[in-house]
């Protein structure tokens, strides 16, 4: 297939701000002494999850949230087993970061039990709320995203032996039949379909009311990311769909989706809505639109908030326009 560049002047690229300024330092993770080094060095910082919750320093209502970094002597006295640690990366100053993660019961069973770890959050939630940094955002994602695999992979998935973490937590090999498993990441579409002057929005099921948003799918085996779109977008919404440019993408850990940014033209306005999953769709004019991010739309529609993708290709149709 032919690359068609994204327009970008008619259509600017949403900025989604999750490039992390983390090294991943992927060319040591099967260093086994200069991991051991870096899990034992006073300048290691540790994130936390909790039966994949995120341990935080915030305020009641979250709009004050910070990752609470910890030392590898705090874990200890958690007993968390830092042999299982997942190294992130370095940050600018050379320190190594890394991902901890406990499961419910062991979290339960730590001393002070889980209130020594609280607040303890559902990142998915921090992420909708905009309350971490984009930055931190992205750093705790990432880990999310590992640690979550971890919890999935315990079991060869071919002879159902046991596996145990490798390479700072980068591959899982099976005891029994010597399969090596790694992390996966799984793309997703995520689409704002337009047709002339007007985007088109929908209302999830499990969406709160009237908030509206872009439409996604899954890619399918064997599909690529415009073929997708095209089926998708036929099956929620019963539309046509023409042209299907990339806009940006975001990583999205829950588990581990990439979200993919498409831009899609609808050769036809017609709709015919699934109703298993999509409650209502609606074409909405920019001005609309313009509205409903500003939290003043008459009806009181509104869509995602910032540091979404989402929200960002929203806000490049709102764009790139007047
Ligand atoms: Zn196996």
Known sequence: MPFTPPPRKKFPQPAIHSELTLDRMAQKRRDTA????RLADKNSRFLLFADLALAVDSNADRSATRLRWYEAEDLARLGVDLAGAILLGC????HAIFAAS???AEAVAAPGGMDALKPLVDLRSLAMQ???TPRDLSLAAMGRALAAWHDVTICCGRCGGHTKACDAGWRRHCR??????????????IVLITRRSRCLLGH????AHKFYSTLAGFVEPGEDIEACVRREMREETGLTIGEVSYLASQPWPFPHLLMIGCRAEALTAQLRIEKEELHDARWFTRDEVREMMAGKHGEGISVPGPHSI????IKSFVD???
Do not use: E, I, M
Request: proline share 5%; aromatic share 10%; glycine share 16%.
């Open 34 to 37: 200069w991991v051991k080094q």
């Open 91 to 94: 940050n600018a100053k050379g």
């Open 102 to 104: 406990l499961g419910a």
């Open 130 to 132: 905009g309350a971490l």
């Open 176 to 189: 029994a039949c010597g399969r090596d498993f790694f992390p996966r990441t799984d793309p997703a579409v």
């Open 204 to 207: 999830h099921k499990r969406y």
């Open 310 to 313: 989402a929200h960002a290709l």
């Open 320 to 322: 790139s326009g007047g």
